[in-house]
């Protein structure tokens, strides 16, 4: 628009006195243009008078809401897979590990003072919990896979070539899951009977297969039947474990075993089973889990990753 001069001293006068107006409705569009800008919209579109931008749920209702899905989620998994309850849901692990140290009675000579890895039966803790753990291989049932998927089981496998090298695959789809694979030796001997170094080349040769498949050498070892002497440590040792669980509670598909006198669960026991099937047991690794998680809900347990306390 071209601009009109106006020479008239009244018109002028007029001009002048119609100026603070002008300014300040300069101001208020300004001020709107600037509230525009501040809601994000880089066009100055506003809303409607009264209207107010949508506000987040709160924090503890977004929390309930995913407790109240997990829950259900939970329950339809123990129908699913036909369990007595729920299993329960282990506590957070400590932020200060537990100190491991040999059983007493599980100590070899030079134990301490050679920094050998201590062999123990069960985890210092006062929670309700205890550690799932199964050895050898053999079987190989995809069920299984899913329900310990479907029912957030954690558990910790100890393996031999001999037993999975038909499938490794099996394995590493385990792995994929949070599992955490370690070292049962090459073909399952009773180490003791063994020399030094051929019990180094059952060990540190399987921690050659575990890197070779699954991309690591484990530092949890496993000796077969639970068996060892010092030798079988310090071999161990060689080889980079630096933990050698074994077990206080075996459990099968039609019964528990306990090394304790009062045949009964403690809080941070581990518990070994085995990939078995019905070639060996009357039942499925399946039907195995059942027993083991029904048993051990009834009696208030949960179970817990044995890697995060150590």
Known sequence: MREVVQNDKSR?????SRA???TAVLAVAVAALAAGCAQGDDRGVRGAAGQQAPK??????????AK???ARAAL???KRWKLDKVPLTAPAPPAKKPEIK???GFEVDGQESDGLPPVFTTVPTKEKIVFLTIDDGAEKDPAFLKMMSELKIPYTVFLTDEEIKDDYGYFKKMQARGITLNNHTLS???LPGL????QKREICGMQDVMEKHYGKRPVLFRPPYGNYNRDTLRAAKSCGIEYAPIWSEEVYVDHWEYREWDQDLHPGDIVLTHFRGTDDWDGTMTDMVRRFLDRITADGYAVARLEDYL
Do not use: I, T
């Open 68 to 70: 109240a899905r997990e």
């Open 188 to 190: 399952h001997p009773y």
């Open 102 to 104: 040999a059983r007493e």
């Open 56 to 65: 987040a749920p709160p924090a503890h209702a977004v929390d309930g809401a």
């Open 76 to 78: 339809a998994a123990a």
């Open 20 to 22: 603070p107006r002008a």
């Open 195 to 198: 020399s030094y170094e051929d």
């Open 12 to 16: 002028a006068s007029r001009r002048v």
